[in-house]
């Protein structure tokens, strides 16, 4: 039986798969953990086991592994890109320093490790469209440079000390029920919030920006069959380029404008985070995904778009009438 630990459950990622790991392991194989308890995550805390984890901390994550007997860490504590800007040095420590425990302590106490590493492990000298798995991988943010580092640490544990490490390159995920913290992508969180406030949004990223994309529903997916998939079939283990849609901001307005037809867009650009977002990808090939272990994405542009829209709607007590 699976017994898995969640690093940084309360986060965007983290927040809905550990319900979604509940449903399909059980309640009390699946320990959320946090580097500390939040509000608004009553109902998760709740439902299953939950500890405070410091990933900085080997000892609170070493006797959280221990007490609950876990055999799976699901590593997502992480600084993302823009916040990371802001404070490298603890971008740094957290996703690096983080996972290097993670690591030992897998390979201590023989624990499976999946570790998300992202778009933003490719950099401007990357061929920018469908870009391959392997390739060229010069990130210029320190986000960046820990989601390398990491892919080679994760890499390194699994040929030198044999920890069944797996990763895969997530795109900007959107999703409804915990808002990002501190991405480049989130542009693509808020614009449906704001749509269902006042039908207007200002976004800080440039017309013509595109990055890969997700909803949640295909990223919990790509998680879990990940973790799933026969080892003998894994040609690459960290970390697999996923990828489900590929837009910019006029894109994504022009889809909610199918649901809200006097959807407004305007633009604020944020330097910095337009920096970082020209730094990446526009489109991704994820062949090695579905040739290895049959990746699959299930949601387009619109399909997510009329998803967020309806369960936003519910969730902000929205008057605003959604068609379609
Ligand atoms: C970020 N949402 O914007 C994250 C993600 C590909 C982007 O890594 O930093």
Redesign the pocket.
């Known amino acids: 039986m699976r017994r898995i630990l969640i690093t940084g459950a309360l986060g965007?990622i983290g927040s809905e798969l550990t319900l979604e790991m509940r449903k399909i392991y059980g309640s009390g194989n699946v320990v959320a953990s946090n580097r500390r308890a939040k509000e608004g995550h009553e109902e998760l805390i709740a439902s299953g086991p939950f500890e405070i984890v410091d990933i900085n901390d080997l000892q609170t994550l070493s006797a959280a592994v221990d007490k609950h007997k876990i055999n799976t860490i699901v590593n997502l504590a992480a600084i993302?890109?823009?916040?990371?800007e802001r404070d490298p040095q603890q971008c740094w420590n957290i996703n690096m320093n983080g996972l290097y425990n993670v690591l030992e302590t897998a390979r201590e106490k023989n624990c499976m490790v999946f570790t998300?590493s992202?778009?933003?492990a490719f950099g401007p000298s990357t061929p920018k469209d469908s870009t391959p798995q392997d390739t060229i991988q010069r990130p210029t943010t320190m986000?960046g440079v820990t989601?390398v580092a990491g892919e080679l640490l994760c890499d390194y544990y699994f040929k030198k000390f044999g920890v069944d490490t797996r990763g895969v390159?997530?795109?900007?995920?959107i999703s409804y029920k915990t808002l990002?913290g501190?991405?480049?992508?989130?542009y693509a969180v808020h614009i449906y919030y704001e749509a269902l406030k006042s039908k207007k949004y200002t976004s800080f990223i440039r017309k013509g920006t595109y990055?890969?994309m997700m909803y949640i529903r295909d990223a919990l997916s790509a998680i879990i069959e990940l973790i799933e998939a026969d080892p003998g079939r894994l040609k690459h283990r960290n970390a697999f380029n996923v990828t489900a849609m590929s837009f910019d901001p006029e894109t994504l307005a022009a889809s909610i404008r199918k649901f809200i037809p006097e959807f407004e867009l305007s633009y604020d650009v944020d330097p910095i985070r337009q920096e970082?977002a020209d730094s990446?990808p526009n489109s991704l090939d994820d062949s090695a995904a579905r040739q290895e272990w049959d990746w699959n994405p299930k949601y387009d542009l619109d399909s997510m778009t009329k998803d967020m829209l309806e369960k936003l709607r519910v969730k902000l007590g929205s008057m605003i009438t959604i068609y379609g």
Request: proline share 11%.
């Open positions: 965007q993302l890109s823009a916040v990371g998300p992202s778009i933003a986000y989601k390159r997530f795109p900007g995920l990002p501190g991405g480049t992508t989130d990055m890969d970082i990446w």
